[in-house]
C-alpha cells in the first residue's frame, strides 16, 4: 500500500537544508502539510536568516504542496511553542514531529569550552525535548503521533572529537525510551534515525569519494516509513547511502555468583563468559534486566523470579 500523508501535519525542524529539507519534501510530496522550520544560522549556530526556510516552502507550494516556514530557534522554549501553535492555529493539529535542527561546534574532550558543549547540548538534546515536549499533549489528545529524534553513531558508538555532539545524540536514547512506553496507549509512536550523509555538517568530515553516494535524499524513504500510520516504535534506524540496518542495544546472558564465590577476581576469571555475545537479550523496559540479573539469583535460590 502506498504510504501518503494527506490530512497530516508535520514539523520538520532544520528543514532548510540538507537531511531536513529532504524530509521535508518528501512529506509534502505525499501530502502533509508541513511547517518547514530553520534557524538559518551556520552550522555553529550563529546568525540566523528566514530565507533558506522560505525557499524550501516555495518549492513545496511550486509542486502543488502547503507549507509555511518558521524561523524558531529549538533551544528556546517560547519560541518552539509559538512555531507549534502558529500549526496548530493554521490547520488544526500535529501529527508529525521529525526533530532535526543542529549544529556542530567540534573539539577533542581537552581543548571543548563547556560554553559550546552547552550551546551542543541546547540546540540538539534540549531542543528535541522542547519540540518534543510542545507537541506531546496535542498528539496524546488526538490519539495519534509521530515522533522521529535524529541521533548519531557519534553518541551509539563514539567518534574522535565529538565529545558534547556524542553526548547530546546519545542522551535521545533514554528520551525514546521513555516516550515510546508513554506514548504507546496514545497511539503516539517515537523512533531514532542515525543517518550519515554528505550535508554542509558533514562535508568536511567525509571523503569526496562518499559525495555521489551519500546523498541526503536517499534517507528520508526509511524516515517517511518510520512516521507513517503503520511504522514502528522504538526503533533506531540507521540509513545512509540507500542502505538501512537497524541498530539494537543488547545484553548478555547474566552469569551469577553466589555470595561466597563472589569476588573481584571471580568477576575477572568470568569476564570472557560475562561478555560472551552468544546469547543476547533486548530489553522492552527497565524491569527486564532485573529478570536477567536477578532471574539468574533466583533461580539458583530456587526462588521465583520476583518481577
Known sequence: M????????????????????EHALGLAARGAKV???????????????????????????AAGGEAIADGADVSSPEQVAAMVALAKDKWGRVDILIN????LRDRTFSKMELDDYRKVLDVHLNGTVYCTKAVWEIMREQQYGRILFTTSTSGLYGNFGQAAYGVAKAGMLGLMNVLHLEGERHNVRVNMLAPSAVTRMTEELLPKEAVAL????????????LVSENGPSRVILGGAAGSFARIVLNETDAVHFTEDELSPEAVERAFGRICDTGILHTMQNAFEQNRNLVG?????????VPF
Not at 2 to 21: L, Q, Y
Not at 100 to 103: F, L, S, V
Open 100 to 103: 532535526n535542527a543542529g549544529i
Open 2 to 21: 502506498t504510504i501518503r500523508f494527506d490530512g497530516r501535519v508535520a514539523i520538520v525542524t532544520g528543514a532548510g537544508n540538507g537531511i531536513g529539507r
Open 35 to 61: 511547517v518547514v522550520n530553520d534557524l538559518g544560522g551556520a552550522v555553529n549556530g550563529s546568525g540566523s536568516s528566514s530565507a533558506i526556510a522560505e525557499a524550501v516552502v516555495e518549492q513545496i507550494r
Open 214 to 225: 551519500m546523498k541526503p535524499e536517499l534517507i528520508t524513504p526509511g524516515v517517511l516509513y
Open 296 to 304: 539468574k539469583a533466583a533461580a539458583a535460590h530456587g526462588l521465583k
